[in-house]
């Protein structure tokens, strides 16, 4: 089943711009194994606290990512949950692009840039329930061996961004 979000993932790689041959390392603070304390609120506001793990590996000649996240066992009831994203960066703009797909059958486009020491990608795309919709993920307190992510969902009623609704501390492991 891996495969195929992996396989899903890697064909969202025609949505990248063309790359230079330039080697481009900005991404390479994600490029390890991780262990994640992760967090997120579910309906009715309730915070719930899991671990996971996350394997990033380079592509595109250091240009680019896989991001491979595994949530087991299951979590308050609900199957274990797979993320597979490709991200990659123009070194020519230094913009990033990519695409992202989950066990939920998510498919989301993702794009965004460094901005200062953190780094800041929009999502949108198809989110829970077949509805479109959009996230903010913000990786900060990056150092070699651990950084943060916050992702932040876009309410369409209020015009509002509801903060922190997902997150992670991620630690890198030795695997």
Known sequence: MNRLFLAAALM???VLPAMAE???????????NWSLETWFLVPGGEKMEATAQLKVEAILDG?????QERHEPQIAGRPP?????????DPRTDEIEGASVNSL?????????FEGDQLVLEQSGEMFGGKSGRNRLTWTRITPDQFTLQ???FDETTGQWQKAQYGYVANRTNE
Request: hydrophobic letters at 40%; glycine letters at 12%; aromatic letters at 4%.
């Open 12 to 14: 969202a790689l025609s």
């Open 22 to 32: 330039t080697d481009n390392s900005s991404l390479e603070f994600m490029v390890g």
């Open 63 to 67: 240009s680019g990512v896989v991001m």
């Open 81 to 89: 949950f797979h993320e597979t994203m490709v991200l990659g960066m």
């Open 105 to 113: 059958g998510n498919r989301k486009l993702n794009e965004g840039a």
């Open 151 to 153: 992702l932040d969902r």
